[in-house]
């Protein structure tokens, strides 16, 4: 099993940015698809982005894309989510989570092994 720490959420301005991170320990990391997800208040958790195991295929949802940029490092075994252009809607708590293949997916059930999770909140 894998464990996830992430870190790097706050309190930010709209239009602001952030950059989260996820520290992986375990040594399956550099053979995983890693993703992020997030959960709102009330609302149920939704696909954030994904990185396959070599860093080359990316995914992410469509009120993302242009803004957040996913990347990792192997050698660190770390995930990285930069977001940019930052909404009030985008106030979540973020979860890192391995995949159990190497090729990113959506998918949340394809998803092993979950972070406690990093806090955005985003302020109009």
């Known amino acids: 099993q894998v464990q996830l720490v992430e870190s790097g959420g706050g309190l930010v301005q709209a239009g602001g940015s952030l950059r989260l991170s996820c520290a992986a320990s375990?040594?399956?990391?550099?053979?995983?698809?890693m993703g992020w997800f997030r959960q709102a208040p009330g609302k149920e958790r939704e696909f954030v982005a994904a990185?396959?195991?070599?860093?080359?295929?990316?995914g992410y949802g469509d009120s993302m894309k242009g803004r957040f940029t996913i990347s990792r490092d192997n050698a660190k075994s770390t995930v990285y989510l930069q977001m940019n252009s930052l909404k009030p809607e985008d106030t979540a708590v973020y979860y890192c989570?391995?995949?159990?293949?190497?090729?990113?997916?959506?998918?949340?059930?394809?998803?092993?092994?979950w972070g406690q999770g990093t806090r955005v909140t985003v302020s109009s």
């Open positions: 990185i396959s195991w070599s860093g080359r295929g990316t």
């Open positions: 989570a391995r995949s159990r293949g190497r090729y990113y997916s959506q998918v949340e059930s394809d998803y092993d092994d």
């Open positions: 375990g040594r399956t990391f550099s053979s995983s698809a």
